[in-house]
T-cell receptor, first 117, second 114 residues
Framework: AQTVTQSQPEMSVQEAETVTLSCTYDTSENNYYLFWYKQPPSRQMILVIRQEAYKQQNATENRFSVNFQKAAKSFSLKISDSQLGDTAMYFCAFMNRYGGSQGNLIFGKGTKLSVKP | EAQVTQNPRYLITVTGKKLTVTCSQNMNHEYMSWYRQDPGLGLRQIYYSMNVEVTDKGDVPEGYKVSRKEKRNFPLILESPSPNQTSLYFC?????????????FGDGTRLSIL
């Protein structure tokens, strides 16, 4: 079974600085997707960034980028120029592209990020 | 506007009183899913549905039922709620199972079972 581990329950960063959130996963599959979701206090689940495992190039979305290390099964999220609105819970998630658990999102336990003014 | 709508947003009820949380999507998605979120545990899948009349258990299905009679609706049923089902619940949908397009989430339902 696949598992997703976020080893940092809480983190803080000063406004305008850069922070990296860690995520590791375990799978024997080769075709899968990885996601970072943001959950602000409004509790909505907002997709931040997505990575397809067969793509070597790291995904980027404005101030958000990932460091995808497939062999190491690592998928960290870097937030540059942190803003107060980035304060939220961040979840790393894995999804199989094929196979028995295809389409089912498996989440880590989350990292609570606080951006301080 | 493409969306997943859950109702109610909040509910406080008592042990044993049957309740239903509705979920509806307007994107003609085949795949729908329910998750529960608990502090320190992240989100865990309860049930999912690949299409009308096709449902299957996720990781934590005990105490829950679902049905998928229409493509747009996927209600979550708690026949006899218990306090350990107090949680934040999310419904999600995607075009089809394993789609490379991300799942759309509802805004969540906060259930408190006393």
């Amino acid at each position: 079974a696949q598992t997703v581990t976020q080893s940092q329950p809480e983190m803080s960063v000063q406004e305008a600085e850069t922070v990296t959130l860690s995520c590791t996963y375990d799978t024997s599959e080769n075709n899968y997707y990885l996601f970072w979701y943001k959950q602000p206090p409004s509790r909505q689940m907002i997709l931040v960034i997505r990575q397809e495992a067969y793509k070597q190039q790291n995904a980027t979305e404005n101030r958000f980028s990932v460091n995808f290390q497939k062999a190491a099964k690592s998928f960290s999220l870097k937030i540059s120029d942190s803003q107060l609105g980035d304060t939220a819970m961040y979840f790393c998630a894995f999804m199989n592209r094929y196979g028995g658990s295809q389409g089912n999102l498996i989440f880590g336990k989350g990292t609570k990020l606080s951006v301080k003014p | 506007e493409a969306q997943v709508t859950q109702n109610p947003r909040y509910l406080i009820t008592v042990t044993g009183k049957k309740l239903t949380v509705t979920c509806s999507q307007n994107m003609n998605h085949e795949y729908m899913s329910w998750y529960r979120q608990d502090p320190g545990l992240g989100l865990r899948q309860i049930y999912y549905s690949m299409n009308v009349e096709v449902t299957d258990k996720g990781d934590v299905p005990e105490g829950y039922k679902v049905s998928r009679k229409e493509k747009r609706n996927f209600p979550l049923i708690l026949e006899s709620p218990s306090p350990n089902q107090t949680s934040l619940y999310f419904c999600a949908s995607s075009l089809f199972r394993g789609s490379n397009q991300p799942q759309h989430f509802g805004d969540g339902t906060r259930l408190s079972i006393l």
